[in-house]
């Protein structure tokens, strides 16, 4: 079971896992951001902001840089794209399943498509069977 | 901040962050497997592999039915795929840097394809020179 001992794996979804840092990561994809500016938007504490700039940090999906007192982060994007790949593997399993809902609806559509072309050719048929095809 | 407030994302990336749990979804993409059967490969109790899967259920990915005594479980992929959707809005940042990447092996083989292109056709050059372009 080589393959899934990917402590990357078990980093990236343990960071991804929480909302307030999947908000972090989209702040960051505008570009580098003080921890301060980070906090602001979710009136978090600096410290707050720090536990949580630390997990995505230790996940390898940010870099902080420091200058003087003020700590600058960027996003690292590069993990993301393993889990994404590691996803990529299930892709067929949902792509089938929304494959057998595209082929119900058109079944559907055929089926109405069928049923207006005999209602208005065949006026004589009873009014009831009509509207039960509908 | 409505868009992160996305309870799925949580459980689903949660699910996600232990490699037991990611190996029990791969089984699962050979078809419906018992608990037991899920159980035995990672040397794990009933329970131990109940309380994962209890997880992955809580999280959409996985179904279970009872028959009689046994629990079969099944794969239910479409909560991955709001995990991709989500990743795949970073895509830009990681192709981006790709691309930076791929930009810079094509420079250096463009360097090197000039420098051996003068290399046999001005020996008369001198030889410090280059040797420095290499």
Redesign the interface.
Same mark, same amino acid.
């Given at each position: 079971?080589v393959e899934?001992?990917?402590p990357h @794996?078990? +980093?990236v979804?343990?960071a991804?896992?929480?909302?307030?840092r &999947?908000?972090i990561?989209?702040r960051l994809?505008e570009g580098e951001r003080t921890v301060s500016e980070l906090a602001t938007?979710?009136n978090m504490s600096l410290a707050g902001a720090s536990k949580h700039i630390k997990v995505l940090e230790g996940a390898g999906l940010v870099r902080r840089h420091v200058q003087g007192r003020t700590h600058y982060c960027q @996003?690292e +994007?590069?993990r993301?794209?393993e889990?994404?790949e590691?996803? &990529?593997?299930?892709?067929r399993?949902?792509t089938t399943?929304l494959d057998d809902l595209e082929e119900i609806l058109r079944e559907e559509d055929r089926a109405l498509a069928r049923s207006s072309e005999q209602s208005p050719s065949s006026p004589a048929k009873s009014d009831k069977t009509s509207r039960s095809t509908k």
């Open positions: 079971m899934f001992q990917t @794996l078990d +980093a979804f343990h991804l896992s929480d909302p307030t &999947r908000a990561l989209h994809t938007p979710f @996003l +994007a590069a993301l794209a889990a994404q590691w996803l &990529r593997t299930y892709e399993f949902w399943r």
